[in-house]
């Protein structure tokens, strides 16, 4: 079993839905990292966060310790939004472990 | 500020051969970290460095390499080449234990 889990694996939207991504962990955590990666290979850090929620324009992330759980929530989607989301935990040190990330389609 | 740099951005070496890649941190980030992503195993941790020491290791083989400058320039090696070596290879820096920023990657393919 990977430490690290998310679902779903595939995820096709139409624009305007509101998107749920969620990422599930086994392991002890010092914080939980949301990335985003376009075609091409390019990533974007979106959130790192051990507690709570964080908010960064149409983006919410929030996690769960006790029940080591995390979701991303996309509000009012838009075909820009169309990338692979990653989770990833550190652990303490910069080591990150990845999950297999989520393909998002939004298409208008 | 600057962000990430690596290069070259693509490479294309023959099974044996041996291969450098270069990444550059943001200024005054003085931790790096290199990844390396496959089709087949998703991103993996290879190593991290901070002031030029080795923090930590990921679970590659002795063939992977890698050492930090007083600049915090990172290079990553990878020695006798195998197909399986061809990926994508990224590089990320912080300022500790924050969050990283990555580089646009090296895309290494092994013939």
């Known amino acids: 079993k990977n430490e690290v889990e998310q679902s779903p694996q595939n995820l096709t939207a139409q624009e305007g839905e509101f998107i749920t991504i969620n990422c599930s962990y086994s392991v002890g955590i010092s914080a939980l990292h949301w990335l985003q990666q376009h075609p091409g290979g390019g990533i974007v850090s979106l959130f790192m966060l051990s507690s709570g929620k964080k908010k960064h324009g149409r983006l919410i992330a929030t996690i769960n310790i006790q029940e080591k759980h995390s979701s991303l929530h996309i509000t009012a989607s838009h075909p820009r939004d169309s990338a692979v989301y990653i989770c990833a935990v550190g652990r303490n040190t910069d080591k990150l472990i990845f999950g297999t990330g989520t393909r998002l389609q939004v298409f208008p | 500020k600057a962000g990430v740099t690596q290069t070259p951005r693509y490479l294309i070496k023959t099974r044996g051969q041996q291969v450098t890649l270069s990444c550059s941190p943001i200024?005054?980030?003085?931790?790096v970290s290199w990844y390396q992503q496959t089709p087949g195993q998703g991103l993996q941790f290879l190593f991290e460095?901070?002031?030029?020491?080795?923090?930590n290791k990921g679970n590659f083989p002795g063939r992977f390499s890698g050492r930090q400058f007083s600049n915090s320039r990172s290079e990553m090696n990878v020695s006798t080449l195998e197909l399986g070596d061809s990926a994508l290879y990224l590089c990320a820096s912080s300022q500790g234990a924050d969050t990283q920023y990555f580089g646009p990657g090296t895309r290494l393919t092994v013939l």
């Open positions: 200024s005054g980030h003085r931790s």
């Open positions: 460095y901070f002031s030029e020491t080795q923090r």
